[in-house]
């Protein structure tokens, strides 16, 4: 189902609807993990990797701290116009389907898709079809949700008027 972005004039409160911000981060993450490995393995770069003990880095240089385990990382920001299932359709879908190669990396790693969804309004929720829900599932991909609420106080006002005394 399309997502679909409300319109209206200054000062409408909306209620339901899709999250305001997704964003989908797969991880795969091991001791024995091999950054280069995991990237031939998947076709794809990551957004960021780490051997375990190697040095993380903050934005000036400094070093924060030691990777206690080896990481391999891909972020993909999700467009305002599309769904989670459709991003989450997107993201793997980029990336090799082989199940041999995916059935290797989940037997020695641990291998999640996290989606981080902010909403700012309540109501807010989504779904996901089984056809999405069976691309994670063959590929053995935990599949995790972080999820960010932040409603501004006059959309819980709002909300408790048109409900009513609970």
Not at 24 to 39: F, I, K, Q
Not at 46 to 65: C, D, F, I, T, Y
Request: hydrophobic share 40%.
């Amino acid at each position: 189902m399309p997502k679909v972005i409300p319109q209206g004039p200054e000062g409408t409160i909306w209620f339901g609807g899709h999250p305001d911000e997704v964003r989908l981060y797969l991880r795969v993450c091991g001791d024995t993990l091999d950054p280069e490995a995991v990237s031939r393995a998947l076709g794809c770069q990551p957004s960021r990797a780490l051997r375990k003990g190697e040095p993380v880095l903050s934005s000036n240089g400094e070093v924060k701290r030691i990777a206690r385990t080896g990481s391999w990382l891909l972020d993909y920001p999700v467009g305002a116009s599309a769904t989670i299932s459709e991003a989450i359709e997107a993201v793997i879908g980029s990336l090799r389907s082989d199940k041999a190669v995916w059935a290797s990396l989940t037997s020695r790693f641990i291998v999640d898709l996290i989606c981080d969804v902010t909403v700012r309004c309540v109501n807010r929720g989504f779904e996901l079809p089984p056809k999405v829900l069976g691309l994670v599932a063959q590929r053995g991909i935990t599949l995790g949700f972080d999820i960010f609420c932040q409603v501004e106080p006059r959309d819980v006002e709002a909300l408790q008027n048109r409900l009513g005394p609970a």
